[in-house]
Every structure is written in C-alpha cells, then in structure tokens.
C-alpha cells in the first residue's frame, strides 16, 4: 500500500481517473486537480481557511435560487466568465462586433415588439433612442435578425428585483428590417451594484472592491446562418467603465449619446456578426 | 480604458485587489485567481463546459443541507481535505500517531461511556474490542484524555443516514484511565460507499471512479495541552484501502483483528499525542 504524502497525493488522484472512458472530461478534470492542489500548497492553506471556504460555498449555494444565481456572480467577480466569454470570442479578425457577458438577469421570452416602440414601461428617466444597423462583412445588411435587448431602470434595477416594474420591463426582442436596420426607445440606464447582499458580497468587500458595474445595455443578436451575438453597450464616461466588478466592459462597446435632429439623446451602434462555422470542430462536451 | 484581453485579465483582476486590508486574504485570492485562470486557459474551458459546471455547483449547493455536505464531500473525493490535513499534520517528527480526515459524519456531543462499554446499540454484526494506551513521547501515559469514538455499523451506515439505529448509536467518549488506557466493545465495520445519489456520485461515475471507503472507525482524541489527534483505524485487507475514495486511508493506521485471550477480535492501537505549540505562529485566519 503506498503511503499518501503531501507530494504525492495529486499523482495519485490523477492516477485514479485514468479509466475515465471521457477524453476531454479526464483532461479537464486533471487540470482541475493539478491547480486545486497547487493552489492549497502553494497558499499553505491551513485547516481553519478550508472551513472558511467550505462554509462559503454553502452559502453561496444556499443564496441561489430560481431568481438569484449566486455562482455565475462568482465567476463573473473573479474574472472567469469574462475570461471564458473572451476565449470563445477572441474576434480577431476585427470583422464582428466584440462579444460581453450575458450576465445572471437575461430572461428568455421577451416581448416582440415593432421598430420604434419604448421599452421603458414608464418607469422615470431620461429618454433615449437606440438605433443602427445589423449586417455582416460576407453578405452586408441582415434582414430578420432578431435583437434581444434587457436593460436596469435608472433606479439600477432590473424587472426581476423590482416590484413597482411591471413584469418582463426593459426587455423586448425587434426585428432588423429589410435594410438590416433596427430601432426602440427606452431611458438611460444607469451604474449599478450587483446583489452584495450575500456571500459574493461580503467577498469584494472583504478584498477592497465596489460591487459596481457601469451603466449599460443588454443585446442578443441571433439571425439564421450567423454565430449568436451576446453584447452590451456601454455609455462613455461612466465612472465604472475602467473597474466593471464583473471585468465585461470593452473599449469597442462604449457608445455615447449624440443629440440627434429629433433632439433626442440617441445611441447609435451598427451590430457585425460572424457567419456560423462550417464544420463542428469545438472540444466534446461535457455531460 | 484599457482594453481586457485572455492576456491582462488575470493581471487586471489581481491589480483589483490591491487595495485589500488583509495581507493573507489578499496572498490567498490572488493565488486564487491565478490558478483558476491559468486552468480555464489551458483547457480552454468553453461556454458549454463553464455552464455544465455553474450547473454542477449549483446542485452541490441543493443538496447540501444540516444533516449533508456535499461540498465537504466534493472536497474529500477531489484529494483536496486529505491534501490540507497532510499539510496541517505532517508528523514528520514520527514521534506521534498519523491524523487522518474526519470526514462529514462526526457528531459533537455523543454519549460519554465507562471503559469497556459496548457502543453497538444492538445492530447485528460481529463483536470486537478495541483498547490500547494514550501517551507523548514527552510525559508517557495520559490519564483523562477525550477519547471520542464513531463509526458505520456493518451495513455500512452511520446512524445519521439508517433509520433503523437509534440516535448516536457507535458513537461515543471514553476517558484514558490512570495508565492512559482506553477499552470499548462495538461491532466490526465495513467498507462502505460515500452519498453518490447526488452530483457529487456523479461526478465519480462519469470520471470512472467507485464511491467506496474502506472499513474504519474514526478517532478524535484530545487531553488539554496536547493537540487533538483527529484520526481513523483502518482494517487489514480491506479491498479499497488502496483506493479510498477520498484518499484518507494511511499505512500507518492498518490495523488487524487479533483473537485474545478471551477469544475476542480484538484491535489493540496505541495513540500517541502531539504537545501544544508553544507560541501560535499560523498564518492568520481569514474570516
């Protein structure tokens, strides 16, 4: 029998999954082991800092409900789904508008809604219009593309966490005309603080950070034969923009309002997608 | 604004916490965010795959509640509780007995019983006695010592997952007599499997791996002014003590029945305490 040591218990437990009959589920899971174990040695991680983390984790999993998704806040506090979205999306090619994170307060089943219409659902603010165009380098202007959109009120909530909204405010999906061209009003958003009312909370203010993101909107753009963009738009000079608690605003997404001959406050932003990949080479899945 | 890339986030993210008051919190997040980005970049974690394991974690969060740990568990399966424990209690000096996990199921509070009872509560199985000395190399026999004792009956369950035993049955505390020594009768335990009807069990199954834990009895034993020994006895020619599920087995804590003179199995295990560090120089907790 082999005796366990400090040095050789990480071998061991790669040693165990080697029947994992999951090629990319026995690579990820090594990975996974190697850095958990060099992350405890390297810190010295002492018995009383594992409980602490244990309990943390019980919080956060306690704190996540059907409306409140305590672990996607922690990745997005520590940097990981915005390091995932910028793997998946690297745009290098310069072609496509710069994907940002989809965040915990998307909701599916959006309102369909004409060109033109407010999404503001009368909640106060300062009104804006949104506008541009959806096209692509290979074909141009997308006809049909369908733009999802959520966005805060100005009081920095979402319909979700807010009961004088009413249900579904704030989101709506339209559809790019034959020119590509979409358009709907709403009222400037503002910065906010994400939840800081538990574990994830109590973490950024433990290290000195603000639970605040800068003022921004939402955008899904999905049209048949393209990649599904997932973006947002941020409003220049926010004070937020340079320290987003959630690292997803991106200098090609800040937009500012331009006094248009309406005299409304307007942003105007043109969406590039990608076309979708030929073939399916992407890692498998794990299940 | 600078803008973030798969390149500077890990620095970005690192350089947020600067500003943290408390220098082990700060050594310990910032290693945290190396290790965590350095592993989603070199497996290239895709969006599907980060989803897959938001919703695994979720689900270990579900499950967990006051009478299950599933975090614990995860832990315990992924090495991680054996490897702190190794780094917490290195007995490199072999003056003193090897600690080993003490895993989800020990309870404060059990029963305190004359030497020589039997903690069996009646369960079916078959009778053994344990006994043996406490001692330090520094002072000889320990008298009084807290020895608190539980087990799994033969069905391999703990009375907190088996109905049918009652309430803190194979568990008690037993006080070393005059010479430091410790007697109980109970019954032998069995090799049995960790909780594998959640996420975590999962986990083990899709990775290749079998749930199982090799018969054992766990061991916490305190006397003032020694460090408490938390650790466990393992049976001879157990068919996973090579394997343990969650790499707590160790060489040193094999033990075999031996037929006394009373005809009795017996399990003779002499523990052998650490003194109490002088002066407290651990890192400081991070709370």
């Known amino acids: 029998m ?20 999951n090629p990319r589920l026995k690579q990820v899971m090594t990975a996974l082991l190697h850095h958990l174990h060099d992350f ?3 810190v010295r991680l002492s018995e009383e800092e594992w409980r602490t983390g244990i309990a943390f984790l019980t919080e956060v999993g306690n704190i996540t409900d059907d409306k409140r998704q305590e672990f996607i806040l922690l990745s997005d506090t520590l940097g990981l789904s915005a390091l995932v979205d910028l793997m998946a999306n690297p745009n290098r090619s310069r ?11 998307y909701r599916e089943g959006a309102p369909e809604l004409a060109n033109g219409s407010d999404i503001s659902g009368g909640v106060a ?34 319909d979700l966490q807010d009961e004088a909204q ?39 203010n433990a290290i000195g950070r603000h639970p605040m993101r800068p003022a921004h909107i939402h955008f899904r753009i999905s049209a048949p034969r393209f990649q599904t963009l997932t973006t947002a738009l ?54």
Chains 1, 2 share one sequence.
Not at 240 to 265: I, K
Request: one cysteine or more; glycine letters at 8%.
């Open 2 to 21: 082999r005796n366990l040591t400090e040095e050789n218990l990480t071998a061991t437990a790669v040693e165990r999954i080697s029947q994992c009959g």
């Open 40 to 42: 405890a040695r390297e």
């Open 95 to 105: 072609h496509a508008t710069e994907s940002s994170l989809l965040g915990p307060f």
């Open 125 to 158: 603010g300062e009104p804006i219009v949104v506008r541009g165009q959806v096209s692509s380098v290979e074909v141009g202007a997308i006809a049909g593309a369908c733009i999802d959109v959520w966005q805060a009120a100005p009081n920095g909530k979402y």
């Open 166 to 204: 009413p249900e579904m405010n704030l989101r709506a999906r339209f559809r790019s005309d034959l020119e590509g061209r979409y358009q709907f009003r709403s009222v400037k958003p503002a910065s906010y603080g994400v939840p800081s009312d538990g574990p994830v909370g109590k973490m950024l």
């Open 234 to 287: 941020y409003i220049a000079g926010d004070r937020y923009l340079e320290s987003d608690v959630v690292f997803g605003a991106r200098c090609s997404l800040v937009v500012d309002y331009q006094r248009d001959a309406d005299d409304h406050d307007a942003i105007e932003f043109d969406f590039a997608l990608n076309p979708e990949p030929k073939a399916s080479n992407k890692n498998s899945a794990i299940r």
